[in-house]
């Protein structure tokens, strides 16, 4: 699964490769606008930069609440159980089966976190990228309107998950799903009846993408948001009680 990850990474930075037709200037108006900063520990529940197909060739820059609300739900609670979708059956679920097919995303990240049962409770990892920068993770989204409004609809997503590559299998049986580049720009533009080829897309990473870092149970926490979330722990204590939300 995927419970928790980050976005440490500067947006001027990230965006230029998620959103090469933005101009610097259009990436600084909507960064401060919307007061993106360096996230340490991101959590079910809250608002995360994702990014979608938008109009003509250009990307869209969305800010979107993680847990998918389906546009038939009433109560937005039912997001906190569809912070992921399972890859293997997510062309079969009502919740997901449209957004497969119409509205996917791509949720920048630089690494997510793992617990790994030990005899002495969870150890937390955090698993990034090899060589450093950002990755992508495929999502889907949804607009609710019941709990938005027909102006400003709610919109939520979801990670797709896969079952775990040999470098992570230890510590969980699953991962989310991360796309290459040369795959985005065919995930994020849908294609009626093109269901199959996108499912092909969600496989394990590279079992040399990423690499696990032991990290302190801080992160089990998703009041502390702070880069001692990701230093390593060459001592870690027993872990706490985990707290996802």
Same mark, same amino acid.
């Given at each position: 699964?995927? #419970?928790?990850?980050?976005?440490?990474?500067?947006?001027?930075?990230?965006?230029? $490769?998620?959103?090469?037709?933005?101009?610097?200037?259009?990436?600084?108006?909507?960064?401060? %606008?919307?007061?993106?900063?360096?996230?340490?520990?991101?959590?079910?529940?809250?608002?995360?930069?994702?990014?979608?197909?938008?109009?003509?060739?250009?990307?869209?820059?969305?800010?979107?609440?993680?847990?998918?609300? !389906?546009?038939?739900?009433?109560?937005?609670?039912?997001?906190?159980?569809?912070?992921?979708?399972?890859?293997?059956?997510?062309? %079969?679920?009502?919740?997901?089966?449209?957004?497969? #097919?119409?509205?996917?995303? *791509?949720? !920048?990240?630089?690494?997510?976190?793992?617990?790994?049962?030990?005899?002495? #409770?969870?150890?937390?990892?955090?698993?990034?990228?090899?060589?450093?920068?950002?990755?992508?993770?495929? #999502?889907?989204?949804?607009?609710? %309107?019941?709990?938005?409004?027909?102006?400003?609809?709610? %919109?939520?997503?979801?990670?797709? =998950?896969?079952?775990?590559?040999?470098? =992570?299998?230890?510590?969980?049986?699953?991962? !989310?799903?991360?796309?290459?580049?040369?795959?985005?720009?065919?995930? *994020?533009?849908?294609?009626?009846?093109? /269901?199959?080829?996108?499912?092909?897309? /969600?496989?394990?990473?590279?079992?040399?993408?990423?690499?696990?870092?032991?990290?302190? =149970?801080?992160?089990?926490?998703?009041?502390? $948001? $702070?880069?001692?979330?990701?230093?390593? $722990?060459?001592?870690?204590?027993?872990?706490?009680?985990?707290?996802?939300?």
């Amino acid at each position: 699964m995927c #419970g928790r990850f980050t976005l440490k990474t500067p947006a001027a930075s990230w965006t230029q $490769d998620f959103l090469p037709l933005w101009t610097a200037e259009q990436v600084a108006a909507f960064a401060g %606008e919307h007061a993106i900063a360096a996230r340490y520990n991101i959590a079910p529940t809250q608002v995360v930069s994702c990014i979608r197909a938008g109009q003509s060739q250009t990307r869209d820059w969305a800010l979107m609440r993680w847990g998918l609300v !389906p546009s038939w739900a009433t109560e937005l609670s039912i997001g906190n159980r569809m912070i992921n979708a399972r890859s293997e059956t997510v062309h %079969e679920k009502r919740s997901f089966k449209s957004a497969l #097919g119409k509205r996917r995303c *791509l949720i !920048p990240t630089d690494g997510y976190f793992e617990w790994m049962k030990t005899e002495s #409770g969870k150890q937390p990892y955090w698993i990034h990228a090899r060589t450093g920068g950002v990755l992508a993770m495929a #999502g889907l989204w949804e607009q609710n %309107e019941k709990l938005g409004s027909a102006d400003r609809p709610l %919109e939520t997503f979801t990670v797709l =998950t896969v079952a775990a590559n040999e470098t =992570t299998t230890a510590i969980h049986d699953r991962m !989310p799903v991360f796309l290459s580049p040369g795959d985005w720009e065919a995930w *994020l533009n849908p294609r009626p009846g093109d /269901l199959e080829s996108m499912v092909d897309l /969600l496989r394990p990473a590279a079992n040399d993408l990423l690499v696990p870092r032991v990290v302190s =149970t801080r992160v089990n926490s998703p009041r502390h $948001d $702070d880069e001692q979330c990701i230093e390593p $722990d060459d001592h870690p204590a027993p872990p706490g009680q985990l707290d996802l939300f």
